[in-house]
Nanobody
């Protein structure tokens, strides 16, 4: 398993930006594809973005396409989520997750999770 710690959440006004970071404690980070998920109050956890082991391929939820960018730095064991043009409906707890698969967008494909970081977007 991979130990994951998210950071970078906070309160931002609509239209603003935030950058989430996720630090991974694992011997070979590029053995894992990574994903960002979010869970709003009263809603199910949903995928936001995913990235392959090398970072060469990405996948985004339709709701964030063109606004969010997932990236990774394998030399630093880090994955990032740059969030621009934030909307109140982006308010949620954001989770970083790791999977040994090539690229995954289903919750059940991920076996390592961080503790989450709160993102709140005010209108």
């Amino acid at each position: 398993q991979v130990q994951l710690v998210e950071s970078g959440g906070g309160l931002v006004q609509a239209g603003g930006s935030l950058r989430l970071s996720c630090a991974a404690s694992v011997r070979i980070f590029n053995n894992y594809a990574m994903g960002w998920f979010r869970q709003a109050p009263g809603k199910e956890r949903e995928v936001v973005a995913a990235i392959t082991r090398s970072g060469g391929n990405t996948n985004y939820a339709d709701s964030v396409k063109g606004r969010f960018t997932i990236s990774r730095d394998n030399a630093k064991n880090m994955v990032y989520l740059q969030m621009n043009s934030l909307k109140p409906e982006d308010t949620a707890v954001y989770y970083c997750a790791a999977t040994p698969l090539y690229l995954a967008t289903r919750l059940t494909d991920y076996d390592s999770w961080g503790q989450g970081t709160q993102v709140t977007v005010s209108s």
